[in-house]
């Protein structure tokens, strides 16, 4: 846990309620947090569930891990330490939009358990969705979209999750996708069955 370094704050609660959003969204707020190695189609199968719920008038956003590192995590690189903060900023981030009814869906590696497991706490119960992309590591390095598998493997990269760092798999995911049979469209499908069943996209 963070350590809390400003002094002399206080806590204002919001005269508009979680509820009071839900019910003018028509829908509940959730965090869609999709996990697995780079490659895998986080990112891709994100933005497609962020277009078919915007299609059916659902309040949605996507943070992806590099554009968030191009702005409110720049100073933040893939050490351990650095890793965690970045997840930790993530989530909090993520708990806000979840907060204010909207269903976010936010594309990060995050390898380590115990930072995903850090986020799930932010959240009320059945709000962090642990969306597991898994897809075998010879899977994602022949697709290797971004070239980073290769100059990991050259040694041009350091620390690069798969190959000289960790990533720690789900244990109890909500969901796991397929992405090494599986098509785009489907996987989402998959996902938007998920949130029907569970109750997120009525209230």
């Known amino acids: 846990m963070a350590?809390?370094?400003a002094t002399n704050v206080t806590w204002h609660d919001h005269h508009v309620s979680r509820e009071q959003r839900q019910k003018l969204n028509g829908h509940k707020g959730a965090v869609l947090w999709f996990t697995g190695l780079s490659g895998c189609g986080k990112s891709t199968v994100a933005n497609a569930v962020d277009q078919m719920l915007h299609e059916r008038g659902v309040h949605t956003f996507v943070l992806d891990g590099d554009n968030i590192r191009m702005g409110l995590n720049k100073n933040l690189g893939f050490s351990p330490e650095d890793r965690t903060e970045n997840i930790r900023r993530i989530g909090e981030v993520s708990k806000l939009f979840s907060d204010a009814a909207?269903?976010?869906?936010?594309?990060?590696i995050s390898p380590y358990k115990g930072d995903r497991d850090m986020v799930r706490a932010l959240l009320p119960k059945g709000e962090f969705i642990e969306i597991y992309v898994?897809?075998?590591?010879?899977t994602c390095e022949a697709?290797?979209?971004k070239g980073l598998y290769k100059k990991a493997r050259a040694g041009q990269i350091k620390g690069f999750t798969g190959i000289d760092a960790p990533y720690e798999a789900p244990e109890a995911p909500e969901l796991v996708l397929d992405s090494d049979s599986k098509g785009i469209e489907e996987l989402a499908k998959e996902v938007i069955a998920y949130l029907e069943k569970a109750g997120i996209l009525a209230i």
């Open 102 to 108: 909207t269903i976010v869906s936010t594309a990060f």
């Open 3 to 5: 350590e809390q370094k």
């Open 143 to 145: 697709r290797d979209p």
């Open 134 to 138: 898994n897809a075998s590591l010879e």
